[in-house]
């Protein structure tokens, strides 16, 4: 499998811009700024340039996949709150044709009930959850992979 | 019944922005500017003036709403994701006075579990779905007799 | 598109032989043969020969749907009660080719929970409903277009 | 228990805006504006200085929590639709560490189904309903005295 | 409370034809026959004329109900298996405005879950089960009353 | 069938001893002392006579329950708001011999959810509800027959 | 086990008397009338006389089953659309002493939700499906071991 | 508003004579009587006489209400445990027209699923837990307020 | 393990006096004075003095569970059919810190439904039933184990 | 049809090794010896080789299940408690492409709830239940027909 | 009740061989071998031989409870996990006709919702749970009992 | 982050020794084989020595669990069909203190319903699925990291 130069979007949900100043004790002490510079660094040893784009608005996430679509290879998305309440976001994605993979920092699945359903699992490709920042790291391998096939 | 002069407000959900460029399979190849050129052509044949408007955002969706309700006579909604998910969008269609006509591309009832329930429907005046562009068409329709009822 | 001449079966299921008589607050004044004199009339305008039938029989509507399907373009259904208990209906439906509209002269969402579910909605290629008699007129003109194209 | 100096914020979710100007017969006829002025009256009284926000955009309620944890001693939310929808808001309020108190103008147990359930309930310090504008002094009493706590 | 004289309609649902004759363990041996004479007689001491009508047929009863409005100055119905099925027999009483009584031979809350659950209840008057023959005469003196009220 | 003098036991669950003076819009005007008297009036004329019980107290409904096994020939019971708590009262209704009838003044089941369901109904030999003080009289009828079986 | 000359009813629910010539992908091109004909052919081979009946309409369809506990010693039944829906069909079986055999040309439970539940199963002594038309041979097969037991 | 003379009933539930002994991680250091004489002071202080009352006995609260009708202006009530359990309770605080507010010590949301659920709510003016002993001084307040309107 | 002497309170739940003269085929023939007795000799032998109270008054139990805590080593409830109903009983046994064990002498998993649920299991500190009146034994045996260690 | 040689396995899941010797009211007095030499019997008559294998281990039957696919033509299997509890079983079984048939020698609509549901049904040809022994013979023959296909 | 010399069969379900070892935190320190041992020891003093078996296969817990039912008096069995998800161990053991008896080291009713459920329980006489080792000695002396009775 | 040698378990559950040769629309062409072995490849390159395991059984994998706590570093497990009912894998899980991770092959969210709840993930460390064998070297990676943490 040679590998081509890709781009790919790296998509933060809701609350994510407040990573690593608060609830360390769940969500670790690095900051979000801090994941998007690992990322970046995995991203050129795999082949890919990666972008990062963190919103609180569920229509600014909407929008930035519609034009994901055109510009960019595949998407890394952590959809935080917005995982369980976004029908537009799952539609959004089911609309691209480019691979998505949805990523969460916990293990969603030792959490609040509600946590447990996912809208965007059914459209994205592939999920990974619970290893923390490695999450997005192994989320941006699967799509690269995904991007090449 | 004598016809008035009345103004419509076409409002469509999230990601119907992409129309006719994506899913033409479900959702025909006709573009949403298409869709607002033909309404604003059925609209003149009845004796009202469209005008439309799409977001993908909740919020700016709420906002039209509210301030519809003192320039429009009557509004059509294609809800799209939010017909599911949004209280906000049906506390705002329950503030108006205006007549609200909720309408769908689709047959939701054909499509996944969480499509069948609507938000909106409640407070909607009526519901059209399942006939592509046609369901707007006949929105407008429906909607002006109400308006001018 | 140019309009063929169409034969049009208008399905009334039970208890809407009492329409104009009674419940006038939640059905109106118009009786069903007056509803069927509009029909007829609005076919005549858009092309279409309008048949009416009602039954209080789940049975002799599914026959007369059964039968429908060499002898008319397109059903206009309001299936009343049936629409939420018979499977029977559904299976006829899902059973002939020509295009069926379902139709409801109350916004069924606003009523007993019990009445938001239909079973005909998933076989139909489209409902209407919350109009009153104009929700007749309505899926008139939709099963038209379908007949048509 | 020696009264300091707090800033308070409260904070209007969607369609809140609208009040005193429509559906007074539930909401009662006083506009936002002048509950934001008994607000800031009655801080006065208990040493509190009220700062106000409205939004009908779910995002931007995110965004002004999560400000609001640095700039001031405590929030008092009228989530509005958003309490039933919004795990966005739930998540926000969860990750900052100054009381928020859940207020409502309506008794939402008196209402919908839907509404009978808050997302931000468990997040929340407490929660005061049915009393109308009354909630929110009632609920800015509450919060100052967390905040002092 | 001075009687004057009433007709009252007996209405039976299906496989009621066979009481009598089977399961007579679980619903006497009195056949229906006898148990319409002793109403016409019990009708005699009260003041009432009573007619009775057994049908299989979910329509048959329909129509039966309609009918009635105009003959009859009360109906005591015991709808057997469509108290739990049939949307289109609660229409029909819903639609009469002569008080309507729902009387069962047995006591349906000690038989199958599904059996607990009444269409009709909500748009009867009242409901009398599980007295055997005994509901039917009760239902009787019930109609009677609620007639002349 | 002979009568003989039977002794039957009356029931009044919580809140009963208010009847007559409020709600009087939902539970009439009469009073429960002359439902009492209307009671004991129409024992006699079947040849039965009648005691009365109210309580407020589910401990003390189901010691009255214990005790009537041995002085009474029957019980009517309106359990009231026990009628969808009380798995006390089920129990102590099961653990008598002498027949139980339950009794409604409201239809319940044109009332909120929760009121649908009665623990007591399974174990009562039937009930009757929705025809006012009417409810009661008709279950001492009922009882009556019963316990001369 | 010695064979005795048995007569035996089939019964064919609503909408198959269109077998063989709609949806001929589920269910076959082989027409009502031939599967009655290799019915009979069967019969005569494990000497049974086979009689069919079908009908779209409920209630005949009880009566059919009333009807024949005296005339045969033995039905197979394909319910159809009443297999969900009907309580009327389920007491009618419940009620003959004669033994019933459930039949389905499709495999059920490979359909919708609510075509997994049987009304009919529960009283019938025995279902078979899946098989197409040999799952009304195997039907026949099973009620006559049935009837000469 | 001018503030008239008020007597106000504070009415404590099941297992809150034990506050301020047990589980005070829960509950707080307080005792029932040092909360009864807090709202006494703060009575004083906004013109409302204060009584109070605690019963574990179901029974014995829902006769506390009835009769709070005639002698007081307004009910304060932590219904505790009955809050879930107690359709009397109910029925008792919807029988009087005098405003009731519920309180709870705890935020009930953040607790077990069983604890999410009032009886009491839909028929109390407004709810307000979470606050700890401020929850039944905020109630007292809300109560005088609804009380002097 | 060294034995101390123990207080042991038994808790009879509503209906348990009848035992011995009522539905001795479900719960056997012995008396509540006989199990008393049994007890307290089964308490002799294992160095525990053994108390008994019965009670169909679930305020009368809630009363008894809180002083217990003062008097008594351990208890052992049987709370019958408030075992399913009671969150007081549950929030009284959660409030005393000595060890409550919960029997029943029927295997409630065998019963209605709505007997498999206990609220009272998940604050006691085991369960059994089953075994009639061994069950009450057993349960001693390891109340007074747990009031040892 | 002609028919070809074909060999059949029989799988008999856990418990059935007890058949004939308990519970002899419900499942009868064949053992499974002799159940297997009946299908072998049967089988021979209709030109297949029978082999029968029974286990009480889900893995063995998923194992027996795999490697059957390339010796055996068909597969009847009696998946017993299995049925209910394995998707193991099911996933085998949707791998294998020769024809299963699932048999049942009760009605498993007339017992406990979980025994409705079949995890293999779905996947299974079909499913014949409630014939005793006659299931399986039943079912042989429907499987020979489906492999000769 | 004199005493005869009885077999018992303590059955330990998966994963309780790593009792002592591991999560001593809820299981306490002491290993399976020392819990048999307990129990032979206490078999002794009650007149009991004890055989222990623990299996982490269903089929093997079901083979050998078959194969008890010749060779033991009664069964302890803690079904560990297969308490929730077994109907095969459930079948196995209501084929069994000697008394068998159900324990769980820990409170189950204080652990995840679904090891609520039991599919044992309402086939084994009795359940005994919370009282860690002593679960096993309880059901040990009740199993006795009922074997001798 | 030093990476030091690693031992680590790769189990596969029920029916995946089947994969390459069955459904490999679904699966893919590459065996079970050829997958270890670009595990071990994979193992290599990030410093761990790879060990695989499949086996049909539940309890065969419960007992590898356990001892791979005392040989590996950690463990990536596909349970397959055991995902979805097996607590005894769960359970063995959650007694082992190194990382479990569990991968799919296929995305469990796109199919049945019974296949979105996993009894696994609650207990493993993250969870991995959608991408085919790269489930799989990402899971391993993802174990890795977390053994070297």
């Known amino acids: 499998m040679k590998k081509k130069k890709l781009k790919i979007l790296i998509l933060h949900g809701p609350n994510l811009n407040l990573l690593g100043g608060r609830e360390t004790g769940i969500y670790g002490k690095t900051t979000l700024k801090e994941i998007d510079a690992l990322l970046k660094k ?34 890394v998305i952590n959809p935080a709150a917005y995982t369980h309440t976004s029908v537009a976001l799952r539609d959004a994605i089911g609309a691209v044709s480019i691979p998505v993979v949805e990523v969460h920092l916990s293990n969603i699945y030792q959490r609040e009930d509600f946590r447990h359903h996912s809208f965007v699992a059914p459209v994205a490709r592939g999920q990974i959850c619970g290893f923390g920042i490695n999450s997005y790291l192994l989320g941006l391998t699967a799509v690269v992979e995904l991007a090449m096939a």
Chains 1, 2, 3, 4, 5, 6, 7, 8, 9, 10, 11, 12 share one sequence.
């Open 42 to 75: 995995k991203g050129k040893e795999i082949g890919a340039e990666v972008s990062s784009f963190q919103s609180n608005s569920e229509g600014a996430l909407v929008e930035k996949i519609q034009k994901a679509a055109k510009k960019f290879d595949g998407i």
